[in-house]
Structure formats: C-alpha cells, structure tokens
C-alpha cells in the first residue's frame, strides 16, 4: 500500500513541474508542494521502518528479546 502512494505521489510530482505545457504557467508552487508531501511520506516511512527494527517486548520478563532485521531474527536471551 505504501509503495502505491509513493508511485503516485512521484508521478504527481512529475506532472506539476512547471516544464510542462499544461503547468508552465503555474509556477513551481504545486511541485514544490507536492515535493513536501512525498518528503514527508518518506521520513515517516523511514522513521517507522526503524521504530519497528528498534521495539523490545517490555510486557513480559519471561520471554527473550527479539528484533526483526532484514527477513533475519536476532534473539537475546
């Protein structure tokens, strides 16, 4: 799901710079826009990604730790 938006997000991007004949005139406000919102979608993505490789199970004492990194589980006793 998340690599669709970002697809369309750069194919949005691509059309609303301004070298195109239908957008020359709109100046580079809505690239610069649409810039800032796939800028954004990517640093969530990123910071999530990593919040995700960085999460320990605090619930319970009994059991290991593990963290998922690349397809690979690290487990700490």
């Given amino acids: 799901m998340r690599t669709i938006l970002l697809i369309i997000l750069i194919v949005l991007l691509i059309g609303a710079l301004p070298t195109w004949p239908h957008s020359s005139g709109w ?3 809505p690239s ?3 810039g800032l919102i796939l ?3 990517l640093i969530l993505d ?3 990604t ?3 490789l960085c999460q320990r199970d605090q619930g319970r004492s009994d059991v290991g730790v593990a963290i ?3 397809n690979y589980f690290i487990v700490e006793d």
């Fill in 32 to 34: 610069g826009g649409l």
């Fill in 27 to 29: 100046g580079h406000y």
């Fill in 39 to 41: 800028l954004i979608v």
């Fill in 46 to 48: 990123l910071t999530e």
């Fill in 50 to 52: 990593r919040g995700r």
């Fill in 68 to 70: 998922r990194v690349d």
